[in-house]
């Protein structure tokens, strides 16, 4: 079946800078890759997809990047704001259901 | 609005206790999932349902069962609680090929 794997798991970085979150998934077959956050104590809300015939989506200060090739995926963030720290997700869909990497913590120091 | 809706929000219950978590979305969407996270954690799927009178066992082991009886509703139920159900249990609901909407989460202590 579909895995998931994402890195890091903990990122910390300064007000203003860039964040990279990279996740690498098994089944070629797999065609949608949203991304959720999850600010402390809250439900993981989308922020951002792609699909399988797309190589890059940008939404204001975030961005995803898809190589079908290497079946690996990433997301951006530029200019972090401290409101920007929580656990971020990526998913794959596979077949009927989404595989989720492990989650990275992301913490933005103003 | 639509969205989707879990009760209760949380809940302290002694072990060896019935439970059942109630999901209810009013989106529309056929597929509902369950999840355990302990809080910023991996997300564990426990159960899933395509439909009505649909339901499987996700990727975890787990001692619940759920069921699927009208579209809207989800409710996911410990028979007998013990201290090792203690976690966040969240609800999502989603269509064929997109991404899921998240309930707020039942967070449960078992003593």
């Known amino acids: 079946g579909e895995n998931v794997e994402q890195h890091p798991s903990t990122l910390s970085v300064q007000e203003g800078d860039s964040a990279v979150i990279k996740c690498t998934y098994s089944?070629?077959?797999?065609?949608?890759f949203p991304w959720y956050k999850q600010e402390l104590g809250k439900r993981p809300q989308l922020i951002i997809d792609?699909?399988?015939?797309?190589g890059e989506k940008k939404d204001q200060r975030i961005a995803v990047t898809l190589n079908k090739t290497a079946k690996h995926f990433s997301l951006h963030i530029t200019e972090t704001q401290p409101e920007d720290s929580a656990v971020y997700f990526c998913?794959?869909?596979?077949?009927?259901?989404?595989?989720f990497g492990t989650g990275t913590r992301l913490q933005v120091f103003p | 609005e639509a969205d989707i809706y879990q009760t209760p929000r949380y809940l302290v219950i002694g072990t060896g206790k019935k439970i059942t978590l109630e999901c209810s979305q009013t989106m529309g969407h056929d597929k509902m999932y369950w999840y355990q996270q302990d809080p910023g954690m991996e997300l564990h799927l426990i159960h899933y349902s395509y439909g009505v009178n649909s339901t499987e066992k996700g990727d975890l082991s787990s001692e619940s069962t759920v069921s699927r009886i009208r579209t809207e509703h989800f409710p996911l139920t410990l028979e007998s609680a013990r201290p090792s159900h203690t976690s966040q249990y969240l609800c999502?609901?989603?269509?064929?090929?997109?991404?899921?909407?998240f309930g707020s989460g039942t967070r449960l202590t078992v003593v």
């Open positions: 089944d070629s077959a797999s065609n949608y």
């Open positions: 998913a794959s869909f596979n077949t009927d259901k989404l595989i």
């Open positions: 999502a609901s989603g269509i064929q090929g997109r991404g899921y909407t």
């Open positions: 792609i699909r399988s015939n797309v």
